[in-house]
T-cell receptor
Framework: DTGVSQDPRHKITKRGQNVTFRCDPISEHNRLYWYRQTLGQGPEFLTYFQNEAQLEKSRLLSDRFSAERPKGSFSTLEIQRTEQGDSAMYLC???????????????FGPGTRLTVT | AQKITQTQPGMFVQEKEAVTLDCTYDTSDPSYGLFWYKQPSSGEMIFLIYQGSYDQQNATEGRYSLNFQKARKSANLVISASQLGDSAMYFCAMREVGSQGGSEKLVFGKGTKLTVNP
């Protein structure tokens, strides 16, 4: 499978616990995005990486959230001291110019559904 | 301010008929891009079609076409010959160039739930 993968697909945690999600982008893509989607809404941008550099963060990304992309390959998103309001689907997407294509399309992973109890 | 507006929370269509999903957008940038994504109940966002603001022709991809009316700032998705498997949420999105680092993040509408009836 050469698409974007995310792990885990589902996570249930208790309020106050820390959680970490992983995203593996399409290997040729140098751009990686994290989005959050709550029920009944479209995805909202959280943060952006170009290679290993985190170049943009949304105001939605509080100081309890941290993201990394070491070596410009996979990325992790960590939420510390989770709150019930963090319950959502966390989506990862990647993009980049590949042969015969454009750099504009973002390809999404299946998402990690977080439930904070 | 919301930049993408999808005014149809839900739409119904009979199998094999065509359906149009509405999307209007707001931007002051002369260069922008518009996307449609499909999200089945499994949750994955599936890219359907892209239209650049300078593209002269409306985009088409198989049964999907984008009715791009620049002056009206609309980018409606047309699905021809609907199939049962088309039942899903559909999101319109606009590429927004970030102020830092050149990100091309997507701004999404709230989506339209399409139900295809047999």
């Amino acid at each position: 499978d050469t698409g974007v993968s995310q792990d885990p697909r589902h996570k249930i945690t208790k309020r106050g616990q820390n959680v970490t999600f992983r995203c593996d982008p399409i290997s040729e893509h140098n751009r990686l995005y994290w989005y959050r989607q709550t029920l009944g809404q479209g995805p909202e941008f959280l943060t952006y990486f170009q290679n290993e550099a985190q170049l943009e963060k949304s105001r939605l990304l509080s100081d309890r959230f941290s993201a990394e992309r070491p070596k410009g390959s996979f990325s992790t998103l960590e939420i510390q001291r989770t709150e019930q309001g963090d319950s959502a689907m966390y989506l990862c997407a990647s993009s980049g110019r590949v042969a015969g294509g454009s750099s504009y399309e973002q390809y999404f992973g299946p998402g990690t559904r977080l439930t904070v109890t | 301010a919301q930049k993408i507006t999808q005014t149809q929370p839900g739409m119904f269509v009979q199998e094999k008929e065509a359906v149009t999903l509405d999307c209007t957008y707001d931007t002051s940038d002369p260069s922008y891009g518009l996307f449609w994504y499909k999200q089945p109940s499994s949750g994955e966002m599936i890219f359907l079609i892209y239209q650049g603001s300078y593209d002269q022709q409306n985009a088409t991809e198989g049964r999907y076409s984008l009715n791009f009316q620049k002056a009206r700032k609309s980018a409606n998705l047309v699905i021809s010959a609907s199939q049962l498997g088309d039942s899903a949420m559909y999101f319109c999105a606009m590429r927004e160039v970030g102020s830092q680092g050149g990100s091309e993040k997507l701004v999404f509408g709230k989506g339209t739930k399409l139900t295809v009836n047999p």
